[in-house]
């Protein structure tokens, strides 16, 4: 990762949605996206431009710039049209960038498009959030490694963030290796990222 | 056999690589075909492709499905956009056909009444339509009870159907229905035709949609100008003194032809536009 100063940065076409330039470098800010504030409390996989990354829930693209910026390819799946909109956008400076109109619950229907990759990056704000990134398994490399984000607000707004990130890494559990979770405050609240690596 | 999105592969042979488009609707059509057909799905090996010769090289393979994932894509995004707005007109329609409906109805469920009894008459002491149904429903003999039966079930009915094109309403136009009500925003709609006509529309015309009779009664020189259409639905005009009417209209229509293209281009509710176009609608009916 490249950093200026305390300043997580990336190298690539700027203007995407606005963001800072610093010496020709974009800044990728922490308080937007949510990879970003995880590299900044100090965790996360290293990016390499070899790498090829399946995001599910890229949702406008900015995340996914940044991210494509770094590796080789970036598989980028989102299901709502307004988004996937900008995400064309995105994609079509970036070529690097391969944009999946498809729901992530069923990765049965766009398998038949997907290589397999060495990292899933998933921000989905949904109450069946664990069971996506399960399904989505069988498109991990051996050791590929999975990182997602937990908005414990959207599995269940009536319990405890605590409770809810317990009972999920516990279900990933089963079918992952959790080698981490951690909360992304300061930078966002009530959120959560359980980084895991694939049992193959 | 193998089935991929770029052809359907056999050993090392590719059977269909000649499937090829300039802008893949053809693999896009293969994909979606054998899309949710195995019962395990795989990702799969992009060599796969190099092997059969289907592609030149990696950089080649990422450009062709970046070309089929791209028309996938705008398809969905255009049949979204096409489906919505088609069925929220279509939504209107109906609550307008039980509106005609319910009103047919009762007119006859009137004159049976009257037939009974003679000597009623709604025009001298004209009374509440729920008053009159009441009133009807005493002692009604079983023809004029069936009808207001019926008549009952289609008032029911149109509250629902009400509710249902409010919300879609708020769904395909946030900001419109914001402004003007889901109702008014999906007569508009339904006026325009569609909502790509609608977006087009200069304030102008968004002002007097609905007044088509008075429009060309004044471009003939038959008449003055209708100062509204459907706007005049919004309780912000009618209530309005009748000289500020106009001036209301027309101020609506402004900001409504600017949360127009808001619903259509970005899709999510502006709240800070919302406030300051409420201000100004406010603004125009006072005093000056």
């Known amino acids: ?138 498109f991990l490399k051996k050791n590929g490694m999975l990182v997602m984000i937990l908005k414990t607000r959207s599995v269940d707004v009536r319990r405890l963030p605590e409770t809810i990130l317990a009972e999920t890494r516990a279900i990933l559990n089963r079918h992952y290796n959790v080698l981490d979770a951690l909360w992304l405050d300061p930078y966002h609240r009530d959120h959560a990222a359980i980084l895991c690596e694939a049992i193959k | 056999m193998q089935r991929y999105w770029f052809g359907d592969v056999e050993g090392s042979e590719c059977l269909s690589c000649t499937l090829r488009s300039s802008d893949g609707r053809i693999e896009a059509a293969h994909a979606a075909a054998i899309a949710g057909t195995s019962v395990e799905c795989h990702p799969i090996q992009w060599d796969v492709a190099h092997a059969c010769g289907c592609v030149s090289d990696r950089s080649d393979y990422l450009s062709r499905l970046r070309k089929v994932c791209f028309f996938i894509a705008q398809t969905r995004i255009a049949a979204h956009f096409s489906r919505l707005d088609v069925d929220l007109i279509q939504q209107t329609k109906s609550l307008d056909a039980l509106d005609v409906a319910r009103n047919l109805l009762l007119e006859r469920a009137i004159d049976l009444y009257r037939a009974e009894n003679p000597s009623f008459s709604q025009k001298i002491h004209p009374m509440h339509e729920r008053k009159l149904i009441g009133l009807m429903l005493q002692d009604a003999p079983g023809p004029l009870a069936i009808l207001l039966e019926e008549i009952e079930g289609l008032t029911r009915a149109r509250v629902r159907m009400a509710e249902f094109v409010s919300e879609m309403a708020s769904e395909v136009l946030p900001n419109s229905s914001s402004l003007v009500g889901g109702l008014v925003a999906a007569r508009l709609l339904v006026e325009a035709g569609a909502i790509d006509s609608l977006v087009r529309m200069p304030s102008a015309t968004i002002q007097v949609l609905g007044a088509r009779k008075a429009l060309f009664a004044h471009i003939k020189g038959e008449a003055s100008s209708p100062k509204h259409g459907i706007l005049f639905q919004h309780s912000r005009v009618h209530n309005a003194p009748t000289r500020f009417r106009g001036r209301v209209a027309r101020v609506l229509a402004a900001q409504l032809a600017i949360a127009i293209r808001l619903d259509y281009y970005r899709g999510s509710s502006d709240p800070e536009f919302l406030q300051k176009a409420d201000r100004r609608i406010i603004r125009a009916g006072e005093r000056s």
């Open chain 1, 1 to 138: 990762m490249i950093w200026m100063g305390n300043a997580l940065v990336s190298k690539g076409v700027s203007g995407v949605y606005g963001e800072r330039i610093l010496a020709g470098y974009r800044v990728w800010d922490p308080f937007r996206s949510k990879l970003a504030a995880i590299y900044h409390l100090g965790k996360g996989t290293e990016l390499k431009d070899d790498m090829k990354i399946l995001y599910l829930g890229a949702a406008h693209g900015t995340t996914v710039s940044h991210i494509a910026d770094y590796v080789e390819v970036v598989y980028a799946v989102e299901f709502a049209p307004r988004p996937m909109q900008d995400l064309l956008q995105v994609a079509r400076i970036r070529t690097n960038i391969v944009p999946i109109m498809a729901d992530a619950s069923r990765p049965d229907l766009y398998a038949c498009l997907l290589e397999e990759v060495d990292l899933i990056y998933q921000d989905i704000a949904q109450p069946k959030q664990a069971e996506i990134a399960i399904a989505n398994g069988i």
